[in-house]
Nanobody
Framework: QVQLVESGGGLVQAGGSLRLSCAASGNIFSINVMGWYRQAPGKQRELVAR???????NYADTVKGRFTISRDNAKSTMFLQMNSLKPEDTAVYYC??????????????WGQGTQVTVSS
């Protein structure tokens, strides 16, 4: 099993910044792609950004130039630096990881989510 735990969410004013973290733990053999998704009330979950183990990244158009995804492979941790936040960024943010564990083989894992609220 692999566990993902997000942290760093909270309430911030428009134009402010937050940094999210996602820590993976468990019987991990390897982690390939990691990503951040978000889900606003009444909307579908959407991709925010993702990063490969080699550091290749891609972003949703709505966050390009404002958000930066990164990871520390040695610590099995991923980050999302969010700058110039807008009210429309308000959502629950989830991390996921395509990981291989010794017990379960390869599958996608999800964290429990962290709330980000941007006030206008």
């Amino acid at each position: 099993q692999v566990q993902l735990v997000e942290s760093g969410g909270g309430l911030v004013q428009a134009g402010g910044s937050l940094r999210l973290s996602c820590a993976a733990s468990g019987n991990i053999f390897s982690i390939n792609v990691m990503g951040w998704y978000r889900q606003a009330p009444g909307k579908q979950r959407e991709l925010v950004a993702r990063i490969t183990s080699g550091g290749n990244t891609n972003y949703a158009d709505t966050v390009k130039g404002r958000f930066t995804i990164s990871r520390d492979n040695a610590k099995s941790t991923m980050f999302l630096q969010m700058n110039s936040l807008k009210p429309e960024d308000t959502a629950v943010y989830y991390c996921n990881a395509d990981a291989t564990s010794y017990a379960d083989g390869s599958r996608r894992y999800w964290g429990q989510g962290t709330q980000v609220t941007v006030s206008s």
